[in-house]
């Protein structure tokens, strides 16, 4: 039961990362076409990040998700 869970919660923050991700490209490209490179360049490393958490915790869940099939 606890297993189910801990996958509804990462599935969660998996989806709370895209968006993440998602809303810091697109505000970056906004400030870069409004501001230039040198002003943005922030959103672009956040979204970055955001891009790695999103994977890692994808991992992670994929992962949990093969365990609770196995047993």
Known sequence: MSNKKAIKFIR???NVWMVVAITT????VYETI???IVHSYMFFMFS???GILYTL???????M???TRDD
């Open 48 to 50: 970055i990040v955001a």
């Open 65 to 67: 998700e093969e365990e």
């Open 12 to 14: 969660f923050l998996e």
């Open 25 to 28: 490209a697109a505000i970056g």
């Open 57 to 63: 915790r994808r991992r992670q869940r994929i992962g």
């Open 34 to 36: 409004s501001l230039g």
